[in-house]
């Protein structure tokens, strides 16, 4: 499963909150869950605040999911 999907769920909140959140379309959060596309950086960046997790974690390069985690 996509960690960003993963993250949502685990946070029970729908597609249509998270893309308020980043100003995107909810099509727009579908895609990135589904892979098809990838968030801006700074999409990204809101995305690790949001859940609270690294940017390693969330793209998959890691399984810790602390944001003070190194690689």
Do not use: C
Request: charged share 40%; no cysteine; net charge positive.
């Amino acid at each position: 499963m996509n960690r960003i999907k993963k993250l949502r769920t685990e946070k029970n909140i729908g597609q249509d909150q998270l893309a308020d959140y980043l100003g995107v379309s909810r099509q727009t959060i579908s895609h990135y869950e589904r892979g098809d596309r990838e968030p801006k950086l700074e999409n990204w960046r809101k995305l690790t605040d949001y859940f609270g997790v690294s940017f390693d974690y969330l793209v998959g390069w890691t399984d810790e999911r602390g944001k003070d985690e190194i690689r």
